[in-house]
């Protein structure tokens, strides 16, 4: 088990352990099918992946408990969201 899952910091980031769990899955995934990691790292651990882009604030669950990410792309405003369980165009 990654160490930052053994730290309240994470659970506590992302409202609750059943909210992680979710979090988690719904990004693995959306990894598996082949979105981008939304942080620099190489190697072929998803879950590392994941853990890093929530420590990092990159993603989170919306109120409706849709996979959501901070960063601004093209198709979206600067700050805005895009649901990341949804094929991108």
Do not use: Y
């Not at 994470?10 to 979090?23: A, C, D, E, P, Q």
């Not at 942080?39 to 919306?62: A, S």
Request: charged share 30%; proline share 3%; hydrophobic share 40%.
């Amino acid at each position: 088990m990654l160490e930052e899952l053994k730290e309240e910091l994470i659970v506590n980031k992302v409202g609750g352990r059943f909210k992680l769990s979710t979090l988690i899955q719904k990004r693995m995934i959306a990894l598996n099918q082949g979105a981008r990691p939304l942080v620099d790292m190489r190697g072929p651990d998803k879950m590392t992946i994941v853990i890093q882009e929530i420590m990092q604030d990159k993603i989170f669950l919306d109120l409706s408990g849709n996979l959501q990410t901070s960063e601004a792309t093209e198709e979206v405003e600067e700050g805005g969201t895009v649901d990341l369980t949804q094929p991108s165009e």
